[in-house]
């Protein structure tokens, strides 16, 4: 989701500042033929889907002043890539319509979970049910602070995959209806600004926290298009106006602005060289320590802005209608929080599956008790002990994979040090003292290489801890090794 570079470019799309229009379509092809084509979207499990007319972004400036402000960090793409992104005729020559799509890897009713309470309470106030809307569900918590969080779109199959694969369906069907058309497939991997885009069609609008909100599935979703030559009619199958866009619903609301961790959103844009998602995703060398307790227990993303989000906590009577849409290849088969088996979850996920299989009988489907594996939460003294070998087979089949091992336990290092900021843990304590002490040349298989970055924060963190943790001394916290060290090491 970073990839794309929309997640942080203001992207103001308000009732009183809507984009403009592409040019209308000039061919014969009537509104039913755009019905047609969001119908059999859904027909392949996408909860949503909308037609735009080709056009230029008309953020041009917004972006590129973002890029000039360097808010875009080490992600050198974005700026070398901008002029595709803005026009899309650079993307595919002549382009006149888009087709966007959106998953939902998250039904719009998921609970909140609250701070563990190893976690600094500074950071997570907003958390606290102040002023909420009584038909908002109360927070649940995120049970075992000793595990390390993912984001919710990497919780089961890798988004790119399952949405790129479908959409390939529909360009060829198409393709085999307007030969002489030209269609390109994209995913937020390529340089497409299809948040933009997606508002265009209908989809939502952009939210203070530069995410797109739909009116009933809220913000977790992913998307994904098809670019065209072939002229088609605005619509996204909710009504027969030509053009269908949906007003900003944020209104006053700075709750994703209050939340941020480590304060990267301002209204409408994000800066990612603060962003937790960028820090753990994107960059690739040490973590400022001053991010280290915004991070919390975050090992790949962040859903913080998303889950104090009211569009994402809708009531009672709606939330089944949302969670009916949630595609069946993102859930896993656990997700409670503390990593047990959820038998709420089992059921959902056995109707979510089979949805999907009656809407989409050709597709490669997950079948109930062959999901994705429960990607929602690791175990730290488990991660800081993995070898690559460990990484590639239990990241088979997830986002997560794009994850190397030194970031992952660049990450959980990070995380585990915010643990024992209140927390006693003499085993996972060893295991980052291991690692801070840890040799370059280290080739066996229980001793796996480890990096520069992975030992220069382990020190980080028993540096912090060594400040900030109450009632240790100093012997406690120093980077000396201790008389366990060597066993953990070896673990």
């Not at 470019?9 to 019905?35: E, I, K, Y």
């Not at 606290?128 to 649940?140: G, K, L, M, R, S």
């Not at 594996?373 to 590639?392: N, Q, V």
Request: with cysteine; hydrophobic share 30%.
């Amino acid at each position: 989701r970073i990839a794309s570079g929309s997640l942080y470019t203001s992207q103001n799309v308000t009732s009183s500042h809507q984009t403009t229009p592409g040019p209308a379509p000039t061919n014969n092809l009537d509104r039913a033929h755009t019905r047609r084509i969001v119908e059999a979207c859904h027909a392949l499990g996408f909860a949503a889907a909308g037609v735009c007319s080709a056009a230029p972004s008309s953020h041009a400036a917004d972006f590129r002043a973002w890029l000039d402000q360097s808010r875009h960090a080490d992600m050198d793409w974005l700026s070398t890539t901008a002029e595709v992104r803005l026009n899309i005729d650079r993307f595919l020559p002549n382009t006149r319509s888009l087709i966007l799509v959106a998953d939902q890897h998250a039904p719009a009713n998921t609970p909140r979970p609250t701070p563990p309470t190893t976690q600094p309470a500074k950071h997570h106030a907003h958390y606290q049910p102040q002023n909420q809307p009584q038909h908002e569900a109360p927070p649940t918590a995120f049970a075992n602070p000793s595990r390390a969080r993912i984001a919710r779109y990497a919780h089961g199959g890798d988004y790119h995959k399952a949405m790129s694969t479908r959409l390939h369906r529909l360009a060829d069907g198409l393709r085999a209806q307007h030969p002489t058309e030209q269609f390109r497939v994209f995913v937020d991997a390529l340089p497409v600004m299809e948040r933009e885009h997606a508002a265009r069609a209908g989809l939502g609008w952009i939210g203070k926290h530069t995410l797109l909100i739909h009116p009933e599935l809220g913000s977790y979703t992913t998307l994904g298009g098809i670019a065209t030559t072939l002229a088609l009619a605005e619509g996204n199958g909710a009504s027969h106006r030509a053009h269908t866009t949906v007003a900003d619903h944020c209104g006053s609301c700075t709750r994703c602005i209050d939340a941020c961790p480590t304060q990267a959103i301002t209204p409408y844009s994000v800066n990612a060289s603060r962003c937790v998602s960028y820090l753990t995703i994107e960059n690739e060398g040490r973590i400022d320590p001053q991010f280290h307790e915004g991070i919390g227990s975050w090992l790949l993303g962040c859903d913080v802005c998303q889950e104090v989000c009211p569009h994402n906590h809708r009531e009672p009577v709606r939330a089944p209608a949302s969670s009916q849409r949630v595609n069946g290849r993102y859930l896993t088969r656990r997700t409670s929080n503390d990593g047990s088996p959820s038998p709420h979850a089992q059921e959902t996920t056995k109707t979510a599956i089979a949805q999907t299989t009656q809407a989409e009988p050709h597709a490669s489907s997950p079948t109930p008790g062959t999901c994705e594996p429960d990607l929602t939460s690791f175990d730290l003294l488990e991660l800081l002990g993995w070898t690559e070998h460990d990484r590639s087979t239990r990241l088979t089949s997830s986002a997560v994979k794009r994850l190397t091992l030194d970031a992952i336990k660049r990450n959980a290092l990070i995380v585990a040090g915010n643990h024992l900021l209140n927390t006693t843990d003499a085993s996972l304590e060893a295991r980052v003292r291991a690692l801070a002490q840890s040799s370059s040349n280290q080739s066996q298989p229980a001793n796996p290489v480890i990096g520069p970055v992975v030992r220069q924060t382990a020190q980080d963190v028993l540096d912090r801890l060594s400040r900030e943790r109450p009632s240790c001394s100093p012997q406690q916290t120093s980077s000396s090794p201790s008389p366990s060290m060597d066993a953990a090491a070896s673990a």
